[in-house]
């Protein structure tokens, strides 16, 4: 190829560029189903739920209305912003946390790039909106009996390790005794 068939080439793309012509390439939207590791940066927004025989975080919820708890049990939700320095440190503590965990709690995420304002989940967003989260990270422990919620209690700020223990031994004691 010739130096003139390259400058010419160069030319054709740069001027596609600057007219905005060239087609821009997305990634399809994320499916719920997908498994991660450690739902976090770079994860896709939405809802995860914790499958402790896997040890991964399901994607339950992308689109949609808001989630909220089913059936009986117990639940820890942390309301996570991707673009959150204090979540990032919050992480080193919830994921030692949660190993080992999720048998007696159910354990969720739900995540957005900056509360509901930023968000590329319509049921993650609807779910900050929902739980009127203001403040990154938020935690709420929640007891659920018959469908409805018979204790809350909303945590925010980063949570130590041994307050998630805490949290979680408060949690199972306070479902018990509903």
């Known amino acids: 190829m010739s130096e003139e068939e390259v400058r010419s080439m160069v030319e054709r793309l740069l001027q596609s560029v600057l007219q905005g012509r060239r087609k821009k390439h997305k990634a399809p939207p994320p499916r719920p189903g997908i498994m991660v590791d450690k739902p976090g940066p770079g994860s896709p927004h939405g809802i995860y739920v914790y499958e402790p025989d896997k040890e991964e975080w399901r994607l339950i919820a992308v689109d949609g209305s808001?989630?909220?708890?089913?059936?009986?049990?117990?639940?820890?939700v942390y309301f996570d912003n991707t673009r959150c320095p204090a979540c990032r440190l919050y992480d080193e503590y919830w994921f030692d946390f949660i190993k080992g965990r999720g048998r007696d709690v159910r354990l969720i995420i739900v995540l957005c790039a900056w509360f509901a304002r930023e968000c590329f989940s319509q049921a993650a967003s609807a779910t900050f909106k929902a739980y009127d989260i203001h403040a990154s990270p938020t935690t709420i422990a929640l007891c659920i009996r018959r469908g409805r919620t018979v204790w809350e209690k909303r945590y925010e700020g980063v949570l130590t390790l041994e307050e998630l223990v805490a949290i979680h031994a408060s949690l199972r004691e306070k479902c018990r005794a509903e």
């Open 66 to 76: 808001a989630w909220s708890p089913r059936g009986n049990g117990s639940y820890l």
